[in-house]
């Protein structure tokens, strides 16, 4: 009896090769450690991305079946079948699903008569080694077919063989849903995905030399995620040597050579030039060195999501740990200690700072740079995408003389840049803003920003009670920590000052808690407080990839009365312009409780979470998941995005 096997399709420099992978009732790992039975040379495929198992169950006769599943080892990308995200799943004879960028069919002959030759290509009956297959190419166009999102042909994007009218008729016969089935055909009973194969001409042996069309080399691979996400963001490439290297004291430490000049840059400069560069094109907002055993991987946080972006030597990662410190004004001497720093680099049109940290680690230092690009930051509240009535309530209270509006979340959730969004509304020329910061992440013109500097004594209490001499209108506070400081920002707040800080809590109803909790009295709390903004960083899907699907029961009610007339929502697939995230770009979801003489009334009594949720029960109030649906109906995030970053309530 014959044995299933995968159809594997991917990309090399000879064009898209299918082959095919026997399973002889072993199990097949997938991934790009050489560890895996069959290891990918795909940057979008995790180390271990998927098993195929193989699971017995009876027949109808009673007799036992070898059958294969497909499982998902906890990738950062997922694994797609049949276009949707899988934990496990039962393969059947015409399943497409997809690693990273490699497409895979699965195939079981006793479910399907033996097709004819097809006349012009034909799939290569040579079973590819368990070792390596090439990675599917990476570019604006021809993405692999599968993660792609609608109701297009997942093999749209694989050249066909034959005239027009029978590619055409060969994608409809696949059918849209990504499964040819059994008995599919065309008219003359071929296979119609037997045209889709294409045979090497080059006679490579392609199971045992591996086909990398990646280049291993740390600065080419570089230069590659560069040229596949510039597209995205709608920017011009930026020249490697157009960007300069500003010292922490200042002065230019590598100057940029100009357009098109190679100058006689080093390979560690090159390296850290491009980094940066492909921080300012995925959007990222952290940059993190690790040291391994046996080398060392640098990781990119887009979006929120840790992206590994390259490999690199022993000698290079330590190489260009130490370009960074020298610029970073670091004692490269030491490397067993917590070390801190900063630096700026300037491109054309824009200038981006960095907070440098190296900590110990067991194979060494572990260097993060955090990335502060004013680029890619909202600038005033319009840019913020509130709702109408939340952005006028906070206009509206930005021009007040006094009160405190509080904006509360964990770390990493955009609160400093909503205060820098409301303070850029305030008319600067004709009122005396100071602010206080833990550390200064964005300068703004004609507001005095102080650094906290708790070895000189200079903590946020005593530096807020020095401010109070300096005859302030509004005071930016970066974070109310304890009782003193809240103590006198409330009374700030309450003698003519227009206050803004943070605190951390998990919703406006938490932070009113939290202030209680730091043993603020509860009419100071009614008093002063004006306004409470809770907020999180939601994932957007990709346009290029996201997939549409019909809303579950379950769905339905999470989504509540504003789901009727909604007949689709939408999951992430993956592509090469999201990096194979199956997301693009991030936006903040609000929650704004406003202290009315309700809630004031129930502050200064024992407030309880019932009694607070029934003062605000008449107002406009709405949750944080609330707020979040309202993206998922309008198809830019998708239901468990929003249920990962607000929570179950």
């Not at 119609?192 to 990646?214: C, H, K, M, R, T």
């Not at 080419?220 to 922490?248: C, F, G, K, M």
């Not at 003389?401 to 509080?406: E, P, S």
């Not at 999180?536 to 997939?547: D, F, M, Y």
Request: some cysteine; charged content about 25%; proline content about 4%.
């Amino acid at each position: 009896m014959a044995q299933p096997y995968l159809e594997i399709y991917f990309q090399t420099s000879s064009g898209r090769v299918g082959k095919k992978l026997p399973l002889v009732g072993k199990s097949i790992t997938l991934g790009r450690h050489q560890d895996n039975v069959l290891a990918l040379n795909d940057d979008l495929a995790s180390r271990f991305h998927a098993v195929v198992e193989p699971h017995h169950k009876s027949s109808a006769t009673g007799s036992a079946k070898t059958s294969y599943r497909l499982r998902d080892l906890g990738s950062r990308n997922g694994t797609l079948c049949n276009r949707e995200k899988i934990e496990q799943v039962d393969l059947k004879h015409g399943d497409v699903f997809s690693v990273g960028a490699v497409v895979f069919r699965y195939i079981d002959p006793s479910m399907v008569a033996k097709p004819k030759p097809a006349p012009s290509a034909s799939l290569d009956d040579t079973a590819i080694a368990p070792q390596s297959v090439g990675r599917a190419h990476h570019g604006t166009s021809g993405d692999c077919g599968a993660s792609g999102g609608g109701d297009d042909d997942p093999y749209a994007a694989i050249p066909l063989e034959g005239d027009d009218d029978e590619d055409d008729a060969s994608r409809g016969a696949s059918g849209g849903n990504g499964r040819s089935g059994a008995g599919r055909g065309n008219d003359d009973g071929e296979d119609p995905f037997a045209a889709v194969l294409i045979e090497d001409e080059g006679g490579n042996d392609y199971g045992l030399s591996g086909l990398d069309d990646q280049p291993t080399d740390p600065i080419e691979r570089l230069r590659e995620l560069i040229a596949t996400t510039h597209a995205t963001n709608r920017t011009p490439v930026i020249e490697e040597n157009a960007l300069s290297l500003i010292s922490a004291r200042g002065t230019t430490v590598h100057e940029a050579t100009g357009r098109g000049e190679k100058g006689d840059s080093s390979e560690t400069l090159r390296l850290i030039r491009l980094l940066l560069i492909a921080c300012i094109h995925t959007r990222a907002t952290d940059l993190h060195l690790e040291p391994k055993s046996s080398q060392y991987i640098i990781r990119l946080r887009v979006d929120g999501s840790m992206i590994e972006a390259v490999e690199l030597t022993r000698e290079q990662g330590v190489q260009l740990a130490s370009l960074v410190k020298v610029v970073a004004d670091i004692d490269i001497s030491q490397k067993s200690v917590i070390q801190e720093g900063h630096f700026t680099s300037a491109v054309p049109g824009r200038r981006i700072d960095y907070r440098v940290s190296f900590t110990p680690a067991m194979h060494g230092q572990k260097m993060v740079l955090r990335v502060l690009d004013l680029a890619n930051a909202p600038q005033h509240t319009s840019d913020l995408d509130l709702p109408d009535w939340m952005n006028a309530t906070l206009r509206r209270v930005s021009k007040q003389d006094a009160g405190m509006v509080l904006v509360c979340g964990p770390t990493g959730s955009g609160k400093t840049t909503t205060l820098y969004a409301l303070l850029r509304d305030i008319d600067v020329n004709v009122r005396n803003v100071i602010t206080i910061e833990d550390p200064v992440e964005y300068h703004i013109e004609n507001v005095t920003q102080i650094p906290i500097d708790e070895k000189q004594g200079n903590t946020f209490h005593t530096l807020l009670r020095s401010c109070l001499r300096q005859d302030p209108d509004v005071i930016l506070l970066d974070e109310i920590r304890d009782q003193e400081t809240a103590q006198t920002a409330m009374q700030a707040a309450m003698t003519g000052h227009l206050v803004l800080s943070t605190t951390h809590a998990k919703d406006t109803l938490g932070a009113v808690f939290r202030l209680l909790d730091l043993g603020v009295e509860p009419y100071l709390v009614a008093s002063a407080l004006n306004i409470v903004i809770a907020q999180r960083l939601i994932r957007l899907l990709c346009p290029h990839c996201k997939v549409s699907k019909v809303p579950t029961p379950g769905q339905t009610m999470k989504l509540g009365q504003s789901v009727e007339g909604v007949s689709k929502i939408y999951v992430p697939g993956s592509c090469s312009r999201c990096l194979g995230t199956g997301f693009l770009g991030r936006r903040a979801v609000f929650e704004l409780l406003q202290a009315t003489d309700d809630l004031r009334d129930v502050i200064i009594k024992q407030p309880t979470l019932q009694t607070m949720r029934e003062a605000v029960k008449m107002t406009m109030f709405r949750s944080l998941q609330q707020s979040g649906y309202r993206h998922v109906l309008d198809g830019t995030t998708s239901i468990d995005e929003i249920e990962r970053v607000t929570g179950m309530e």
